[in-house]
């Protein structure tokens, strides 16, 4: 693939920051909320969090091809309903009771 240089003017130019920035921000922003409802889909179903992890081989997978976008949702909603799943998990052995029986 052919690279273009780019001179000074054209690295500092605000509109051209705006749209850069939105092209990543829109991404996180969406894997943070699929991750989210990922993982009250797996608390819902009484699946372990652990069921959110093989999001990131996927991801992985995505950024290697060059799908960088669709690896930084995969990822992050990966990343974010295990992250949230392994705080509620901790949550529930904590509290004892029916919680850490029901959740394993």
């Known amino acids: 693939m052919k ?3 780019l001179r000074e003017t054209e690295a500092f130019d605000p509109a051209q920051i705006g749209a850069n ?8 922003l969406i894997g943070v909320a ?4 990922a993982i009250l889909l797996l608390r819902r179903f009484r699946l372990r969090w652990t069921w959110a992890l093989p999001g990131l081989p996927l991801a992985y997978l995505l950024a290697t091809v060059g799908a960088w976008k669709a690896a930084l ?3 992050l909603a990966s990343v974010t309903a295990a992250g949230i799943g392994a705080y509620w998990h ?4 904590y509290r004892g009771g029916d919680d850490a029986r029901l959740e394993g």
């Open 21 to 28: 920035l939105w092209a990543v921000v829109l991404p996180v």
């Open 73 to 75: 949702v995969c990822g």
């Open 3 to 5: 690279e273009r240089q």
């Open 90 to 93: 901790g949550q529930d052995h």
């Open 34 to 37: 699929l991750g989210g409802v």
